[in-house]
């Protein structure tokens, strides 16, 4: 299905930690990898990775450059074609201005987690795409902080699977999140 174009963010921070203290999630080189790849598979234009940490900004952009300049574009080309969406921005609220800017239009931020039964279906998200630009945000470490939620932007249904246990990865609950929202 395509649909108003389309972006993702991953925020690093604020997120909740085992604890359910707010930290600063590590950026790791398999997320930037995997959801980036998912997200230009899937029609994505951007993908906002969210850090206020500068070591983290540098450790991104050094990995985007590898693969996106001289050998790394050479040795892999489809990975470059990925990587090249990843834009490194200090904020959610960032993310949004820039995708908003990028679009010259306002955009609908839908917020991810697995802990949130209350959200709407990927049926009614892929209906809310066929008429607005979407920012689709996913949180790192053990989920994004509360006060994101207040904000009143839309709430995604989690990915369920069989049973109980809702532990996925959040490259693994992107690419599954990004197949459901092409399904007719």
Do not use: K
């Not at 209906?127 to 470490?141: K, N, V, Y």
């Not at 246990?165 to 693994?172: F, G």
């Amino acid at each position: 299905m395509s649909g108003q174009p389309l972006a993702v963010a991953l925020v690093h921070a604020p997120v909740l930690d085992r604890r359910g203290d707010r930290v600063v999630s590590a950026v790791t080189n398999l997320d930037l990898h995997d959801i980036a790849r998912s997200a230009r598979t899937y029609g994505a234009r951007r993908f906002y990775v969210v850090t206020p940490a500068r070591e983290q900004v540098a450790l991104v952009e050094r990995i985007a450059r590898h693969w996106c300049q001289g050998h790394g574009a050479a040795y892999h080309a489809d990975r470059a074609e990925a990587l090249r969406l990843i834009e490194t921005v200090s904020s959610l609220e960032a993310a949004v201005t820039a995708w908003e800017e990028e679009l010259g239009r306002p955009v609908r931020p839908i917020l991810t987690g697995a802990a949130r039964p209350d959200g709407i279906s990927f049926a009614a998200c892929r209906q809310l795409r066929a008429e607005h630009p979407l920012l689709l945000i996913f949180g790192t470490g053990w989920g994004l902080a509360p006060e994101i939620f207040e904000r009143g932007w839309t709430v995604l249904e989690p990915v369920r699977g069989v049973a109980d246990y809702n532990h996925l990865s959040v490259r693994a609950a992107a690419a599954i999140i990004l197949d459901r929202l092409h399904l007719s």
